[in-house]
């Protein structure tokens, strides 16, 4: 039998029941934050996406998140996707990013063919399982190529795709192009795209494969087979029992690139610990990887809101000033704030190079970041792991603080009550008959 449909063949035979429960956990929670992102996301990028879908136009087929309106199941994934991309406070794990695209793929097209709760998370933790084993099966770090594909069997299982077709699915997303022309690597100083990883792109691309293939038109067959130089394809053919999805799929506590989330949690500790005020602060100092002194991250004075997203010292001054996190981090009212400003240029990024090592050797689990604050005369210094910081598979977040993180996002959008029902409804999605019923409590009040 050919990796491919190896392949084909274990994302058709998984059911939901055979998901061990740690990783059917992980899922649940991703779908939750996925969804509450969006509402973040629809102030800065939402409802430009959302007037781009429905001038689209097509069938009614799946909600736009935090918008109301119904749109065709591959825009509607496309859209929310994006949305909730764009506030960098989604997943991260192997595979850079992939959750929102995996995720809002399951619920929309979950929605188009009216599928299960559990059926839309079984699809949803086959492709995040799939994305983590090319993550780790390129032989040169490459991030970027397979996730259309995963899109696609996320798509295809729920579209109930037969082997053949699945097969050629597979095949057409991987010619398409989504690998070179969607992401440069370092941004350049002050041009930080919204692109992101392009999951707009993504998103559409991959469905599209599925639903070509559902008609009979598709790729070239067993064109995983074909990648050996680029892949240990054993490796992407291998059941791996979902355990990269159990061990490896962190949430974000905090608005910024996850790999400084460690920094942000220890300079919010000691400012509550040793009650610290602003004006005692004369120094932050932040030991982290050297990817935080690329120009995207290394930003001391961003001036708007994308430049701000991706700054690590802005991210520590947030949270040295204990403002929630969320957008309030990012509206011009706070850019423009003088005090957050001064605090700001006070923020002092360096390398470790031990935690560089481990970020290249992919042991981002042992990955330490160093926080170091001078105030009263004095210097208090803190180191965490990784895997100890909140949102890990390890330590993940208490259910009150990521219960806490949903309703903050979400109850501008639609209230308090109806944030709250939601809440409830995603976190007991494996329990519904039918996730179409999901569609209106994602959506704003009527005449609201």
């Known amino acids: 039998m050919t990796v491919t449909a190896a392949l084909v063949r274990e994302v058709i035979e998984t059911s939901f029941r055979e998901i061990p429960r740690a990783a059917v956990d992980r899922i649940e929670r991703l779908i939750v934050d996925s969804v509450a992102n969006c509402f973040m996301g629809y102030e800065v990028t939402g409802r430009q996406l959302a007037a781009y879908a429905v001038e689209l136009g097509g069938p009614e087929e799946a909600v736009l998140v935090a918008d109301g309106r119904r749109v065709p199941a591959e825009t509607a994934a496309a859209v929310n996707a994006q949305v909730a991309r764009d506030t960098d406070f989604e997943e991260t794990g192997p595979g850079l990013h992939a959750g929102p695209a995996m995720v809002h793929t399951a619920l929309a097209v979950g929605q188009r063919v009216g599928a299960s709760g559990a059926d839309v998370l079984a699809a949803a933790a086959i492709g995040y399982e799939v994305n983590a084993r090319f993550h780790h099966a390129r032989r040169d770090g490459d ?10 069997i996320v798509a295809g299982k729920l579209l109930g795709l037969g082997g053949e077709a699945l097969n050629r699915a597979i095949g057409f997303s991987w010619e398409l192009p989504t690998s070179d022309i969607l992401r440069s690597w370092p941004p350049q100083p002050k041009r930080v795209s919204r692109l992101g990883i392009g999951n707009l792109w993504v998103c559409r691309l991959g469905v599209q494969a599925a639903l070509l293939a559902s008609h009979g038109y598709g790729g070239l067959p067993d064109e995983l087979d074909f990648q050996s130089a680029d892949y240990d394809l054993r490796g992407i053919a291998t059941p791996t029992g979902f355990a990269h999805t159990a061990d490896e799929l962190e949430l974000k506590p905090f608005p910024a690139s996850r790999g400084c989330n460690g920094a942000l949690e220890l300079v919010g500790r000691i400012v509550r610990r040793e009650s610290l005020r602003i004006d005692e602060i004369e120094r932050i100092t932040a030991r982290l990887p050297s990817i935080y002194l690329d120009a995207h991250q290394f930003e001391p004075e961003p001036e708007n809101y994308w430049e701000a997203i991706y700054s690590t010292h ?55 970041n160093t926080v170091e604050i001078e105030a009263r005369g004095q210097v208090f210094t803190e180191s965490i792991l990784m895997r100890d910081v909140p949102g890990s598979a390890r330590s993940p977040m208490t259910e009150d603080v990521f219960r806490d993180k949903f309703l903050s996002l979400v109850e501008p959008g639609i209230g308090s009550g109806r944030a709250a029902t939601l809440y409830d409804a995603l976190s007991e999605i494996e329990a519904l008959p039918n996730v179409r ?9 009527v005449g609201g």
């Not at 991210?315 to 850019?335: D, S, Y």
């Open 314 to 368: 802005w991210g520590i001054t947030m949270q040295a000033m204990q403002v929630p996190p969320g957008r309030h981090w990012f509206t011009p009212e706070r850019l423009g704030d003088a005090r957050s400003r001064r605090l700001c240029a006070k923020v002092e990024i360096v390398e470790d190079p031990e935690a560089t090592r481990a970020r290249n050797e992919k042991r981002r689990g042992e990955m330490a």
């Open 143 to 152: 991030i970027i190529r397979h996730h259309a594909t995963c899109v696609a």
């Open 437 to 445: 019923s999901l569609a209106p409590m994602m959506a704003p009040p």
